[in-house]
């Protein structure tokens, strides 16, 4: 019984090697380029939020149930002049115990705020607002109404039980703070882990006209590129690992 033999030359072998690491070389070209890429994304996000903001730990529940008492929260650096009616916005005055504090902005210079109509809802410039953030509907306290001087804040916890505000102050300027006072704009919610989140902007003000609470600026964009980019240079590392290895043992069992 005959067979055919197949021979190969010295010249088709080498045509073969030549071709196995050309592809070997494609591959490593773009795997290096996405482990690249990766590492780009990465280090873009965190220059961006390193540059633009700057994390807060909440010290109490003032603001629950929107932040946490221990939340770690991402702040964007902003002037005062900046914020709008809605903003929940880090401060420091000295009337108020000279201690980093977050509340949210509720009414602005020139406006008219007063407790509360017969739903219990605040009302400002006369007009009642439907905030659906707020830990009750309820505005505890005594009633009052005052004008918010030019230049200053009106400001509330989301807690309205549990918050010393502007309602506790109401003998120093109204109960407002300079708008100077003002450092940084909340954005994020970044720690705990099950609470990440980027701060949604409430439009409960929208009706009033401007200022309006802002949009969320690039916080979000950059916490996914951090994510991301880290994931595809763990991803890729390990594949890359993986096909290594695969030749290893390819080339022991030839």
């Avoid at 830990?135 to 039980?161: C, Y």
């Avoid at 102050?169 to 940084?184: I, K």
Wanted: glycine share 12%; proline share 6%.
């Amino acid at each position: 019984m005959s067979g055919v033999v197949e021979h190969t030359t010295p010249a088709s072998a080498a045509a073969g090697r030549t071709g196995a690491v050309k592809r070997r070389s494609l591959v490593s070209v773009l795997h290096g380029l996405v482990i690249g890429l990766g590492f780009a994304a990465m280090i873009g996000g965190f220059v961006v939020i390193a540059l633009n903001y700057r994390p807060y730990r909440v010290p109490t529940d003032s603001m629950s149930p929107t932040v946490l008492s221990g939340d770690t929260v991402l702040a964007r650096t902003v002037n005062g002049g900046a914020v709008g009616r809605g903003d929940i916005v880090i401060f420091r005055d000295p009337q108020w115990g000279d201690q980093t504090m977050v509340k949210r902005v509720v009414a602005v210079g020139g406006d008219t705020v007063a407790c509360c109509d017969s739903k219990l809802r605040l009302l400002v410039n006369g007009k009642p607002i439907d905030e659906p953030y707020v830990e009750t509907s309820a505005m505890p306290g005594a009633d009052f109404k005052t004008i918010v001087p030019v230049g200053r804040l009106f400001l509330l916890g989301d807690f309205r039980a549990n918050s010393l505000d502007s309602r506790a102050h109401l003998d120093v300027a109204s109960g407002t703070v300079p708008a100077t006072d003002v450092t940084a704009r909340v954005e994020a919610t970044v720690w705990p882990y099950a609470r990440f989140a980027v701060t949604k902007r409430t439009v409960a003000f929208d009706g009033l006209g401007a200022p309006l609470a802002a949009r969320p600026g690039p916080v979000g964009p950059a916490m996914y590129a951090m994510a991301g980019g880290a994931g595809v240079v763990v991803l890729a590392s390990a594949a890359g690992g993986i096909v290594s290895l695969a030749r290893r043992l390819g080339r022991r069992s030839g």
